[in-house]
């Protein structure tokens, strides 16, 4: 919907835009790569770090819980 009142603005700007998306997209990927390996790496040190709570019995309460 954007791009069609763009193109009706100004077309020029509208074709560059429809051609430097996925130019900008692919250059983006990298860093969502990145990203997706630092949540892993750090979900994995969590989980390392809370393994002797887990052993002893420790259960998180519901209303502490952050993705309710």
């Keep these: ?9 100004s077309w020029p700007l509208a074709l ?5 998306a996925p130019i900008v997209w692919l250059i983006s990927l990298p860093f969502r790569l ?3 390996t630092f ?19 420790y259960r998180r309460h519901p209303h502490t819980d952050v993705r309710a």
């Design 1 to 9: 919907m954007g791009w069609l009142i763009l193109l009706v603005i």
């Design 34 to 36: 990145v990203g997706i």
């Design 39 to 57: 949540a892993a790496v750090f979900a994995l040190l969590k989980a390392i770090l809370m393994l002797p709570a887990r052993i002893i019995g």
């Design 16 to 20: 560059m835009a429809l051609v430097l």
